[in-house]
């Protein structure tokens, strides 16, 4: 018996995956054209984060046959970010000195490796310093690299916050001076220098904005921005541009917007925090994190005793998501998405370590298109005309009366 219930048990539940897994159980669906090879890429449109869960869960590739039925294709999910390449390289700190109230710090590279960036680590904690930066093969004949190239440092109760990474066209040279025109002597711990290329530029999408409000309370010391997004799409990247020519260092949070309660007194709004930082005027102040579906993002700003600063707008970038998908048999595929009951799916090609041809064809996309649900069938009603309802409860009265009559006349024995 036991036995019997649970081949039933299985029976039912493997019908109910099938079922949920066809392409009823989703909302919409796109064509996919121009399927030549076994991969393909497919860059998601917009309008599917729109109609889909935010870990996108819920995408299926389907296909229908010749026969009808209904088959699966397997795809990769992934995203185009940059890749820093970043190689460290070796020097050696020949000596400091100083002449005409400018410090200088010669560093020795005893390799022929290239050089763009610049990193310094100061014992000084609050400093505003103008930097040049020079290079040189024989110590004799110096070359400017970079001229009055600012680095900051602030320390105190309120902020920590340094910039000191110095950043310039690649140069190879065997020694670079940095000089620091100051009244403090600085104490340079160590420096690093490295040589940092970019392999490949990240693919990504401007978010249009549909709504930007600055909020300024003088009575906490804040200045609160609220962005709106157009629409639900992945976000990783703000920029908030500031018109004030002065300078400013403030520590900034920036929140997206999870949930809202509704009370007595009005909505209360639940926020989880992405990304902290300073905004300052010596940055471009781009601010990234991991990506997000949220389309309210809330930023704010500590002022402390300054006066706000004029937030004139703000800019939201997305990464592009892709999939790479494998095509064996011939069929009519679609992309299709928005079932909330769906569950990631589980491909053989995501564990295997799989060697991709090397050139991969984009697939062309149709229109998004509404997935039409089968009507349940409704039942119809015993008795549509109330006529027939009066001749059967006319006869029921005539039954009962029958046999209470017979019931009254019946004589006592």
Known sequence: MRQKLSKSIFFFLLISTTFYGQMQSYDHKIELNNITDTWHNITLPSTVFSNTLENLSDIRIYGITANSDTIEAPYLLNYVSPKLKTKTVDYKLLNASTKDGVYYFTLKVPSKDAVNHIKLNFENDNFDWKTLVQASHNQKDWFTIYKDYRIVAIKNDQTNYSFTDITFPAAEYTYFRIGIKSDEEPSLKRAALQYKQTQSKANTVDRKIKSFTVSDNKKIKQTIVYLELNKKAPTHQV??????????????????????????????????????????????????????????????????????????????????????????????????????????????????????PDTINQLTLGKQKTIAKKEEATQEPLFENKLWLWVIMGVIMVIIGWFSYKMLSKKPE
Not at 288 to 309: M, W
Not at 317 to 345: E, I, M
């Open 239 to 356: 920029t908030i541009n500031v018109s004030d020519k002065i300078d400013y260092y403030r520590p900034i949070q920036i929140e997206e917007l999870v949930d809202s309660i509704k009370t007595e007194k009005g909505f209360i709004y639940n926020y989880k925090t992405l990304n902290y930082g300073t905004l300052s005027s010596i940055e471009q102040n781009k601010f990234t994190f991991n990506n997000t579906f949220a389309k309210k993002l809330r930023i704010t700003i500590s002022n402390f005793d300054n006066e706000p600063l004029q937030v004139t707008n703000a800019t939201a970038k997305g990464y592009k998501y892709q999939l790479t998908a494998r095509f064996t048999k011939p069929a009519t595929y679609y992309l299709t998405y928005g079932n909330k009951r769906a569950y990631a799916p589980n491909y053989d090609i995501a564990k295997l370590n799989l060697k991709m």
